[in-house]
């Protein structure tokens, strides 16, 4: 800085300038300090600039509710609601697993009515008339007083089959039982027997993998002044697992297993203390704060089976129930599983459009998640991937993980002029609009996928912030990092039970695999199939990146996605968009099933909704139930469509579902 | 008063000093973000007379000093293209030695031929007349059963067939027809080809029935049973017509101009400006080829010959696989891997920037060829800065030679030299031959620049196969030229690359080069595309194709003409003919004419002492036997039963 003498100007007094030092140096150190300051200044707005202040991002606030269902469904789960109404637990332990039967019962029938039990026992009559099966989940038991059992005697006499998840001490004593202890099973050895397998076919399935899994198990042991004995008919580990007490026409399920809580840990994951996003596999996966880290146990980051649908099918299975039980076929009725071809455009321009444009030349439609609100791909158009049969998600951005503070992020810079030393993401809500803004008037946006599959740290966050969205289907539950398969057990449709215990009105339905890290493929992605045609029939979502062909092309993974749309044929897979699947799912929950078994004659009242006959809906019932063969059946409705198929080793015979009402008998010899 | 002066002084100074400083500052920066430029500019090597070939399968003759006196005009159109010849002679003979009749007489023909007789020997219109001695010795091989061919020879020359030529020479429109000589070739596949040749015409000629091809409706070639050898008589100038077909046609001056490339004039130009029929979009047929193999054929029906393949054993045609890899970098290797997976081998062309050591080494371990991209004159052109620092207010392309050495650096120990190249972009120079004059300075052996640009397909340049392109001083370089026919993100269609296929193996007999880019995926992404390139290994095995490198191909190329195949004998009937073949490396084999007019089929063939029955020929109009590496006797017995 270059000073000078004020005194020598101001007064015009001559004289040397050192003669009065101190004013001029008072000044100068001033000016110094000033410019300091300024310069400070500077350097702190251009390094804001550069690197700007993150402000957070309101995002919106969804709820789970009770999802009550009174549609007159042959399947009942009633859920004591006081349960729902005290404080929520700190722990996943904690966590009321009642409502996740719901998502058992809609894998295992098609659907269910879900009642609180408080307005069930107002009128139990009423509310168990036209009832097959009704499932009083642990919790709800808990708060039961056996006096329903004479209730529910009645209707079990007259064919309901009722299922108790580890009934307390003066349940299992109506059922014949002695309530030995609890415990809490460190390892879950998946062997049920009699054994899950598809000896039909060519796709044995292997031995499940231990699972350290704390398992809470009730011991009963048969009472010895019973008069009825239930008997146990499903052993795990080399103790009962399932009994049997039948009683006229009906029956009682007794479930030693903590099914509900069970079936949540693998299906939803099991969230770290606090409900809090576990690291749980560092080492392992790269990546923290992706959803493949609520995985249950380490054994079931390459899961090449379906280990809870298969345990859902042993649970449910035709030869331990009382009746030869009917149930809505998770497919279409010709074909034997789904296969959805989703991809991720992460921000990649208008290039990914080959990838939409491909599949849909080979007949395998595309779910394409894009990011918003700066999504760089033009939907429409003759070129775009909407004329190509693709359907359009959001691939959300969250304020979470290690990159979203990047360059890349779509932040919105606040400040003045070009001085923008702030930013903000978008919420998930402004980014769905953005992409909205996007498509033509009137395209439904209602799939979401987070980008690089990131989830809050607060579990229950996520799920809030999606059906905050206004969200009908969501697929970020997946692998990544090499982990590969069934990770979270199953991968059919499900609703997220949250901490209280409570289902989010959204699906989440988990992929099996992303292309990003290789690890999978044609012949593993064939066993895939192969094992779900004679499995779960559930859907195997795959997840590929136009970006990845492109930035890191691979022959084996080009031949592998190219090979995909014949090998869904070959092993009987439907191809669709997610929002295909959801929609037949929903259809599936509203078709009725009811049966009535008597002397060899299963009588089968259906109640098709409308749309069923076009979607393919089916009835399956088993081919073989006890020592009894299906030998011929007769359909009120023509025509009455039909093949064989199989599950877990069990035969089934699949019928056409009706549009509207129909009977149907059949026959065991 | 002095000290505020000085103070003043002081003042001044620093002000001055900091607007210096601050002056200096804009220009330091403005020079940091436009750097003066350097000039590096490229070392040139013209094309020489060609080397010397001992004992070779093939004749050439032409008078050095006619053509270096037709260069001298600076004109295209004057330029004597007579050592094209050179290019045809090496595919469908072999071996080929260029003799100067300046410098060599009889005696050196009669000392190259001692140890046998070429299978074909040529006279360019370049000799102009011969010495009388020389003229005989070469209608005295033709007697003794080589293929003499004559082009627009001097009537002193010309004078023992009895076929005249009138001195006026004109510039025929129009190919007329073609004797049907080849029994693969499309019917029509002439029409309308270019003519870039003169032609003279001929005051006096055979019948008709002998003539191989007609320009402006009047004939221009003829061939004659020459005892038990025969003569090929060209009213054309073939060597010019071939290299206009090969090479492009340049400006008068030797010019390019970018007339419909896709970068635009501005831009710089691409050998596609060349090409010599812009109006074929879809070029299926390797026409220059098949002109040449007219000529050579319809000798060889009188004159039955002995061979060495042009092409691998057991094959009918090859599939030179190609990368571009367009600053992809270590990324590329998938390709090396893709190649290594399926038996084959391929050739990567680097831009000297991203691409590592690593990706070198992977790519050299799985077989292939890493060489270089030349990245020259285009926008996005190899630089380097000069300065201080980060400041650096110089810069400068890197030239040719920069290039490769920084293409060596990025090469492991023990790889192979760096001798192949495809420019970047396919930016060629704006002179018709300066490019591969500056390849030539630094050694480069290949060049595969030439082919289709965007929105063409196939041979464009008429051929199928490498040619040693011509300098403007009418020499051909050393280097080869090997046109590629398709890139994967132009005009590209699997279907077009299986039809190239199928038309090359039922008789085309093509080198095929196809460019698949590293970063199509990335840049031009499209299922049909990757779908295509991984289609191309089987569908290249189903029409015998052996997928391969430029290396493996050149080493293939090199070894057959070290070898030699020389006529050793001919009966007086014409129905025996005795050869001498020298084989180099492996994978070699011979081809034999099927048939001789007049004589009937191949009966038979003794090879060493041992006979053996007559394959039958391909249809590509030979019949193939594969030799080991050694030194063979052949004799091939014509006379069999049915019609040739």
């Known amino acids: 800085m270059i000073g000078f003498e004020p005194s020598s100007r101001g007064a015009g007094v001559a004289g040397p300038a050192r003669t009065r030092p101190q004013p001029a140096g008072r000044r100068r150190r001033a000016r110094a300090r000033l410019s300091g300051v300024l310069?400070?200044?500077?350097?702190?707005?251009?390094?804001?600039?550069?690197?700007?202040?993150?402000?957070p991002t309101r995002q919106p606030q969804g709820g789970a509710a009770f999802p009550r269902r009174a549609t007159d469904h042959p399947v009942l789960l009633a859920v004591r609601w006081e349960t729902y109404k005290g404080r929520a637990p700190r722990t996943p332990a904690q966590r009321a697993a009642d409502l996740e039967w719901s998502n058992v019962l809609t894998q295992a029938f098609g659907g269910c009515d879900v009642l609180a039990t408080e307005e069930v026992g107002r009128d139990i009559d009423a509310a168990l008339q036209n009832r097959a099966v009704l499932v009083l989940p642990r919790r709800t038991l808990a708060g039961l007083d056996a006096g329903w059992v004479s209730a529910l005697r009645p209707h079990v006499s007259q064919g309901l089959v009722v299922v108790l998840e580890a009934p307390p001490p003066l349940w299992a004593k109506e059922m014949g039982l002695d309530l030995q202890g609890e415990e809490v099973v460190p390892e879950l050895t998946w062997a049920p027997a009699p054994r899950l397998r598809a000896p039909t076919l060519d796709v044995p399935l292997p031995d499940p993998p231990p699972l350290p899994l704390p398992v809470r198990v009730s011991r009963y042991a048969p009472a010895a002044s019973a008069r009825a004995l239930a008997r146990p008919i499903l052993d795990m580990g080399g103790r009962p697992a399932l009994w049997r007490l039948d009683e006229g026409a009906g029956a009682w399920l007794i479930c030693a297993l903590d099914v509900g809580d069970l079936a949540l840990s693998i299906r939803q994951g099991v969230p770290d203390p606090g409900f809090h996003l576990p690291d749980r596999y560092a080492g392992v996966l790269a990546g923290p704060g992706e959803t493949n880290d609520l995985v249950a146990t380490r054994s079931l980051l390459q899961a090449d089976a379906p280990w809870l649908d298969a345990w859902i099918a042993a649970l449910f299975d035709a030869e331990l129930a009382p009746a030869p039980w009917a149930s809505v076929w998770p497919a279409p009725l010709a074909r034997d599983g789904w296969v959805l071809l989703t991809h991720d455009d992460d921000g990649w321009r208008d290039t990914s459009r080959w990838m939409t444009r491909a599949q849909a030349g080979r007949g395998a439609p595309s779910t394409l998640y894009l990011m918003a609100p700066d999504a760089r791909l033009t939907v429409e158009g003759e070129g775009g991937p909407l004329a190509d049969g693709a359907e359009i998600g959001l691939q959300a951005r969250l304020p979470v993980g290690a990159t979203w503070k990047d360059e890349r992020s779509p932040r919105r810079r606040i400040g003045a002029w070009r001085f923008q030393p702030l930013a903000q993401l978008p919420s998930i809500v402004e980014q769905r609009e953005g992409l909205v803004a996007r498509l033509p008037a009137g395209t439904p946006l209602t799939l979401n996928r987070n980008h690089s599959l990131l989830w809050p740290d607060d579990v229950d966050r996520g799920w809030r912030w999606l059906v905050g969205a206004g969200f009908r289907g969501d697929s970020s539950y997946g692998p990544d990092h090499g982990a590969a398969g069934w990770l979270f057990g199953s991968a059919v449709p499900f609703r997220p039970i949250d901490r209280r215990g409570l289902a989010y009105p959204l699906w989440e339905v988990p992929f099996l695999w992303g292309d990003t890290d290789g690890g999978v493929d044609r012949a593993r992605v064939d066993r895939w199939l192969r094992t779900n045609a004679v499995g779960g029939h559930g859907p195997v979502a795959l997840l590929f990146h136009p970006d990845v062909f492109g930035e890191t092309p691979s022959a084996e993974l080009f031949r592998m996605w190219d090979a995909l749309p014949e090998l869904a044929q070959r092993r009987n897979h439907q191809l669709a968009t997610m929002t295909a699947l959801l929609d037949f799912w929903e259809l599936r929950a509203q078709a009725h099933v009811r049966w009535v078994y008597g002397g060899g004659l299963l009588r089968v009242h259906v109640e098709a909704?409308?749309?069923?006959?076009?979607?393919?809906?089916?009835?399956?019932l088993p081919l073989h139930w006890r020592r009894l063969t299906l030998t011929s059946w007769e359909a009120s409705w023509q025509p009455a469509e039909s093949r064989r198929s199989s599950s877990f080793g069990r035969e089934l015979r699949l019928v056409a579902l009706p549009q509207g009402a129909g009977e149907l008998s059949a026959n065991y010899r | 008063m002095v000290a505020r002066r000085g103070v003043l002084r002081r003042k001044a100074l620093a002000a001055s000093l900091l607007a210096l400083c601050g002056a200096a500052a804009v220009v330091a920066q403005h020079y940091g973000r436009k750097p003066v430029w350097l000039d590096n500019p490229d070392a040139e090597q013209p094309a020489e007379p060609p080397a010397a070939v001992a004992a070779p399968s093939a004749l050439l003759l032409y008078d050095g000093a006619r053509v270096e006196a037709a260069a001298a005009g600076g004109s295209s159109a004057q330029l004597d293209c007579s050592l094209a010849w050179l290019s045809v002679l090496e595919e469908e003979a072999g071996a080929t030695r260029c003799l100067d009749v300046r410098l060599a007489g009889a005696a050196d023909l009669r000392k190259t031929t001692e140890r046998g007789r070429p299978l074909v020997a040529v006279v360019t219109r370049s000799c102009g007349a011969l010495a009388a001695d020389l003229t005989t010795a070469l209608f005295q091989l033709a007697e003794q059963g080589s293929l003499l061919i004559l082009e627009q020879p001097d009537d002193s020359v010309l004078r023992p067939t009895r076929v005249g030529l009138s001195a006026q020479a004109f510039a025929p429109r129009r190919l007329t027809r073609v004797a049907p000589m080849l029994p693969y070739a499309p019917p029509g596949w002439a029409d309308g080809m270019p003519v870039i040749t003169t032609c003279q015409r001929p005051s006096a000629c055979p019948p008709d029935d002998q003539a191989l091809l007609w320009l402006d409706g009047g004939a221009a070639a003829w061939r004659l049973a020459w005892e038990r050898g025969a003569v090929v008589v060209l009213a054309c100038d073939l060597g010019r017509w071939l290299t206009a077909l090969w090479q492009g046609v340049p400006q008068d001056d030797f010019s390019v101009h970018g007339t419909h490339n896709s970068h635009g004039p501005e831009r710089g130009v691409e050998p596609d400006d060349l090409v010599a029929d812009p109006t074929r979009v879809v070029a299926w047929v390797p026409r220059a080829d098949l002109l040449a193999r007219t000529v050579l054929a319809s000798g060889f029906a009188l004159a039955p010959t002995a061979r060495l393949s042009p092409l691998p054993a057991g094959t009918a045609g090859l599939f030179v696989m190609t990368h571009d890899e367009d600053s992809f970098g270590d990324?590329?290797?998938?390709?090396?891997?893709?190649?290594?997976?399926?038996?084959?081998?391929?050739?990567?062309?680097?831009?000297?920037?991203?691409?590592?050591?690593?990706?070198?080494?992977?790519?050299?371990?799985?077989?292939c060829d890493v060489q270089l991209q030349w990245n020259r004159g285009s926008w996005l052109h190899q630089v380097r800065r000069i300065g201080v620092g980060p400041w650096r207010p110089l810069a400068k392309e890197l030239n040719l030679a920069d290039q490769v050495q920084a293409l060596q650096r990025r090469l492991p120990a023990g790889a192979p030299a760096v001798t192949m190249n495809r420019t970047h972009a396919l930016l060629w120079d704006g002179h018709w031959t300066r490019t591969l004059r500056i390849l030539q300075a630094q050694h480069f052996e290949l060049d595969s620049s030439y082919g289709p640009a965007e929105g063409r397909f196939g041979y464009v340049f008429e051929t199928g196969r490498p040619y040693h392109p011509l300098d403007v001083t009418g020499y051909p370089f050393a280097l080869l030229e090997l046109p590629f026919c398709f890139q994967d993100d132009k005009r590209y269609d699997p279907a077009l690359q299986e039809q190239l296929l199928a038309d090359s193996e039922a008789g085309y007999h093509c080198v095929l080069t196809p460019i698949f880019h590293t970063a199509t995926m990335q840049r031009n992404p499209d299922a049909f595309r990757m779908r295509g390139l991984?289609?191309?290994?089987?569908?290249?095995?189903?029409?015998?194709?052996?997928?391969?490198?430029?290396?493996?191909?050149?080493?293939?190329?090199?070894?057959?003409?070290?070898?030699?195949?020389?006529?050793?004998?001919?009966?007086?009937?014409?129905?025996?003919?005795?050869?001498?073949?020298?084989?180099?490396?492996?994978?070699?084999?011979?081809?034999?004419?099927?048939?001789?007019?007049?004589?009937?089929?191949?009966?038979?063939?003794e090879l060493d002492g041992g006979t053996l029955p007559a394959p039958p020929a391909e249809r590509w109009g030979w019949v193939q036997i594969p030799l080991p590496a050694g030194e063979h006797t052949i004799v091939a017995v014509y006379g069999g039963a049915g019609q040739p």
């Open chain 2, 331 to 367: 990324r590329s290797t998938f390709l090396s891997d893709l190649a290594a997976s399926e038996g084959a081998s391929s050739t990567f062309f680097a831009i000297p920037d991203r691409i590592t050591v690593a990706g070198t080494s992977a790519m050299l371990q799985a077989g």
């Open chain 2, 534 to 605: 991984l289609q191309s290994f089987s569908a290249a095995a189903h029409h015998r194709h052996p997928v391969m490198s430029m290396s493996h191909y050149l080493a293939f190329r090199h070894a057959r003409l070290q070898g030699r195949a020389l006529l050793v004998e001919a009966d007086a009937g014409r129905g025996r003919r005795r050869f001498q073949l020298h084989v180099v490396g492996e994978g070699q084999a011979l081809e034999l004419t099927p048939s001789a007019a007049g004589l009937g089929l191949l009966r038979a063939i």
């Open chain 1, 609 to 620: 909704p409308a749309g069923a006959a076009q979607a393919g809906l089916a009835v399956a």
């Open chain 1, 39 to 55: 310069l400070v200044l500077c350097a702190a707005a251009l390094w804001c600039d550069a690197h700007p202040i993150h402000l």
